[in-house]
């Protein structure tokens, strides 16, 4: 990690301990590596971050945090770490940590989410490139949804299949499905530290820049099944 680069650029991942989708996910064990040290490892590889910090309230995952190489100088309060928190203030709460430990104001802030373990280091600092570069409020992780497209999904009304908001023909193939959609990923957001300090917004802006994954690095572990996804996408070589 480059402790000289200017602008300065603070790493966060929040790292809650109730996990209730999957439990104990952020340190379940995934290929010989509990789940947050993927993302710790390729954040501590970045030519742009100044300082990382993990944030959490749980004491383990503190622990597993700075076994794996990342600072985790403080728990988070219990006000910022329930299921009704939002990640904006858990975001703000480290940065006003780590401004008041250093006694300097970030330049800007990227949140890497440990839920998402394929992102690269080249993935985290093409996002820095490109927000410094174009200017913009935040760049934030995307991939194409395909079979998701919009135009597929439906609603129920009354008992029938309804679009849920554009119309779908019979003949509507997949390779026709137009405009391009892209969902937001999890696993990176990018963004200048006003945004986030001063506006209070983590994305979304009419500034908001993409960075595109493929589908695979999109994979975020919201249940069983997709930690079940990421095991078989990190046992492939190109990920070793």
């Not at 590596?33 to 030519?47: D, H, K, N, V, W």
């Not at 794996?68 to 329930?82: C, I, M, N, Q, V």
């Not at 997709?226 to 492939?236: C, E, H, N, P, S």
Request: glycine content about 6%.
């Amino acid at each position: 990690m480059n402790h000289t680069s200017s602008p300065k650029i603070l790493g966060l991942t929040l790292a809650r301990g109730g996990s209730k989708s999957v439990e104990r996910k952020n340190i379940l064990p995934i290929h010989g590596l509990p789940l947050i040290a993927y993302t710790i490892r390729e954040a501590r590889r970045s030519r742009y971050i100044t300082r990382y910090l993990v944030s959490t309230d749980d004491p383990e995952i503190q622990e597993v945090a700075i076994r794996h190489g990342a600072e985790a100088p403080f728990l988070r309060p219990a006000h910022l770490s329930t299921d009704a928190a939002s990640s904006v203030s858990a975001m703000q709460h480290a940065v006003a940590w780590a401004e008041a430990d250093e006694g300097v104001t970030y330049d800007y802030v990227i949140e890497l989410m440990c839920t998402n373990p394929m992102k690269t280091v080249e993935d985290i600092d093409g996002a820095l490139e490109k927000l410094i570069a174009t200017g913009a409020d935040s760049v934030i992780g995307v991939h194409h949804l395909e079979d998701h497209h919009p135009i597929r999904i439906k609603k129920i009304v009354e008992d029938h299949i309804v679009d849920f908001c554009l119309p779908e023909t019979p003949e509507t193939r997949r390779q026709d499905l137009k405009p391009d959609a892209y969902i937001r990923s999890g696993a990176l957001y990018a963004l200048r530290r006003d945004h986030l300090m001063v506006e209070g917004r983590r994305y979304g802006s009419a500034n908001s820049r993409p960075w595109i994954l493929s589908p695979e690095k999109g994979i975020n572990i919201d249940s069983r099944v997709d930690f079940a996804i990421a095991q078989i996408l990190l046992a492939k070589p190109s990920q070793d």
